[in-house]
């Protein structure tokens, strides 16, 4: 999959900006604070409809704009799609081709994009919310499936803990009721335990290599850190011995008026052999092993989505040792869109620059270097 064409309107720094983006590796250079991160921001809030770093989806409006509005040709396999996502202050639109889209989940399957930018060495360093917020986005692109699961299972989460927090207070609750909403928290809780864990193992199937080979150091994996107590996910009373360990934890989780167990409190932990990189990796063994990471999603989507993702790549290059640099070039293939942000360019590989297609940034505005044939 290619993001061909993209145009923006009123979206952070840019007032208007039309850019073509081709096969293969983009590279987009400029200096500080020129609309490099908007750039590759605004292409993701046009494929997954919010953005990686904003929490307010206001701060992506231009400043004195009342809306935005990012649109954008995506082709690969298939007959180009053309996506169009508007945010004003209350709501957001989406199309595709044309077409008013009501279901979020229906828009967000559309675009494949994994992204890397310096802020996710927060999914290593951070707290596990964030390690959580990886797993159900990265899942909900993957599977239509994961996002409607992951939305019921949080809406049950919220009647059950209303009903704990009546409990504890000495209110009545309808006991029956309480214990279906349970029930139905638990089978949701199973899948969504299933679905990351095959994920994590799928990564791991190529996360190490890839370590290894940008940071030359064996023995790098992930492990899945589930909240609950699951030996065996084929076990056919996994449900009665889930329903048990609930039944323990009620009187704690009426204390303190909260479900405390459940997928909702899962983490993952990034290891070096035994040693846990949170505590003692260096930034740069982190750094490689979020990106790592990142890119061992790749075989996955292509395995189980439609065409190859488009990779955005922010900044990716700072902070990493020539030799490191040069391993992670070797790593960017042709074969995938990839679109890069750069401060400098002296320090990239001229071979991986003739490889490329150049662009310019300043002040917002995107200029084409090398001239690209155009059935490029
Ligand atoms: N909502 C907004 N309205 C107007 N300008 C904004 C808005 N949000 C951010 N900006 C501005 O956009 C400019 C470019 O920011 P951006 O983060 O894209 O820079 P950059 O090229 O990635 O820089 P760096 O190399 O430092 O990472 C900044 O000056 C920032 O203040
Ligand atoms: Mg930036």
Redesign the pocket.
């Known amino acids: 999959m290619i993001l061909k064409k993209i145009e923006l309107r009123n979206f ?2 840019y007032e208007k900006l039309s850019a073509r983006f081709y096969k293969g590796i983009n590279i987009i250079y ?10 590759l921001e605004s292409i993701y809030v046009l494929g997954l409809t919010k953005s990686h770093r904003a929490f307010i989806d206001n ?5 004195g704009s009342e809306a935005l509005c990012i649109s954008g040709i995506v082709g690969g396999n298939f007959l180009d799609k053309k996506m169009e996502i508007q945010i004003d202050n209350h709501n957001k639109y989406y199309k595709i081709d044309d077409t008013p889209i009501k279901k979020v989940s229906d828009y967000i399957s559309n675009m494949n994009i994994i992204i890397f930018y310096p802020d996710d060495l927060e999914i290593l360093k951070g707290s596990p919310q964030l390690r959580r917020k990886y797993l159900n986005v990265e899942l909900s692109q993957l599977y239509n499936s994961y996002y409607i699961v992951m939305n019921d299972y949080n809406k049950l989460l919220r009647i059950r803990n209303e009903y704990l927090k009546k409990w504890s207070k000495g209110g009545s609750i309808d006991q029956n009721y309480f214990d279906i909403v349970t029930s139905y928290l638990i089978d949701k809780a199973i899948i969504l335990y299933q679905m990351r864990y095959k994920y994590i193992e799928k990564i791991n199937e190529t996360c190490s290599q890839i370590y290894q080979d940008i940071m030359g150091l064996e023995g790098f994996h992930i492990e899945y850190v589930p909240n609950l107590e699951i030996t065996d996910m084929k076990d056919p009373s996994l449900k009665e011995k889930l329903q048990k360990q609930y039944q323990e934890k009620l009187e704690y989780d009426k204390k303190l008026s909260m479900t405390t167990l459940g997928p909702h409190k899962d983490d993952l932990e990034f290891l070096l052999s035994d040693k846990n990189l949170k505590l003692y990796g260096s930034q740069g063994q982190q750094r490689v092993a979020v990106l790592a990471l990142k890119l061992a999603e790749i075989p996955i989507f292509k395995k189980y989505k439609e065409g190859t993702p488009i990779l955005l790549l ?2 990716v290059f700072s902070e990493l040792s020539d030799d490191k640099k040069n391993n992670l070039m070797k790593y960017i293939s042709k074969d995938i869109q990839t679109i890069i ?1 750069t ?1 400098e360019l002296n320090n990239l590989d001229p071979k991986f620059i003739k490889k490329s297609k150049l662009f310019k ?1 300043e002040a917002g505005h995107l200029m084409k270097i090398k001239e690209v044939k155009e059935n490029e």
């Open positions: 952070r720094n400029g200096d500080n604070a020129q609309g490099k991160t908007n750039l701060n992506l409006i231009r400043k922010d900044d942000t401060t940034i």
